[in-house]
């Protein structure tokens, strides 16, 4: 009997060295196994939005001089959730909130009805990291030389879009073009880190930063415009052209409105950006541009 369980023993041991030889019980080739391909797609995707981002800002960098360059970067940062979109990637590893984590959600809400037009998205109220609109769709028009990671906005929201790019033109003969749209949970985080390597804490980075969740290009109802002769960037210089004036007279015709206007600071959490619209529909971007509300204010009243 005993020779038996020996032989027995002996017949398991020779079966698991067989399969570990195999590699079949090896943690790597496991993990591979059963490793959600959701994740792993979204893993590469995100390496792959890294490396677009890494190509833009050469070509960037390429057609001005060093100095131009310096002089935007130090603009960017004075300014609100867009800043850091432009800015060289960063090898180190940075640790910042993590949705999900008990420092992250300390004194936020969570959006419950992410897909709301009137969806409210700011330093108090974030979206989940799994969150990604189901109807994005690259709008027909889009600045030159943009990524094209940053081209897709909610159907609703690009048909609008193009409405109003069209309306620009014939009547008042002005290009005002789309130069950045939906931005994914991903491409925030690099865009956070970055601005944390360059400011030295995630405190400092918020400033001028949203955090990942907090920004409202992640719903795919927020474009940042621009117009050729300030080619096409994102910042201030943006505020002084007609394009911007008549994009704060005429926004809330096709359903915008200007999500940080000047002198509001306290309410949004950022500072004015002539450039950056948000879609809210018609009815709603008409309310709030008559009452000279923000989008706080505006929902605070409902
Ligand atoms: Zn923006």
Redesign the pocket.
């Known amino acids: 009997m005993k020779k038996l369980t020996f032989l027995f023993i002996l017949l398991i041991a020779a079966v698991f060295i067989f399969f570990y030889a195999s590699g079949r019980f090896s943690p790597g080739t496991q993990a591979q196994q059963t490793a959600d391909p959701v994740e792993e797609f979204r893993e590469d995707d995100f390496q792959t939005e890294e490396d677009r981002l890494e190509e833009s800002d050469s070509s960037e960098e390429s057609t001005t001089d060093s100095e131009e360059a310096e002089t935007a970067l130090d603009e960017r940062d004075q300014q609100g959730?867009?800043s850091g979109l432009e800015d060289e990637g960063s090898e180190t590893e940075i640790e910042v909130p993590i949705p999900g984590t008990e420092e992250y959600y300390k004194g936020v809400t969570v959006v419950d009805k992410p897909d709301h037009l009137t969806v409210l998205v700011n330093k108090k109220n974030v979206l989940k990291s799994d969150y990604e609109p189901s109807d994005l769709v690259k709008p027909e028009v889009f600045a030159p030389g943009r990524s094209e990671i940053e081209m897709f906005m909610r159907e609703e929201a690009a048909e609008a879009v193009l409405e109003l790019v069209n309306t620009a033109e014939e009547e008042e003969n002005l290009e005002i073009l789309p130069a950045?749209a939906y931005r994914s949970y991903d491409l925030q985080t690099i865009i956070f880190k970055n601005n944390v390597s360059r400011k030295g804490s995630v405190e400092k980075a918020n400033e001028t930063s949203a955090l990942p969740g907090q920004s409202?290009?992640q719903t795919g109802l927020?474009?940042?415009m621009s117009c050729s002769s300030v080619g096409y960037q994102?910042n201030s210089s943006f505020g002084d052209t007609e394009e911007a004036e008549w994009l704060a007279d005429n926004a809330h015709r096709f359903g915008f409105i200007i999500r940080y206007p000047e002198g509001k600071t306290k309410i949004t959490g950022y500072n004015y950006?002539p450039?950056?619209l948000r879609y809210v529909g018609k009815d709603t971007a008409k309310s709030i541009y008559e009452e000279g509300l923000t989008l706080e204010e505006y929902l605070e009243k409902q």
């Open positions: 959730p867009d950045s409202e290009h927020a474009v940042d994102i950006e450039w950056h």
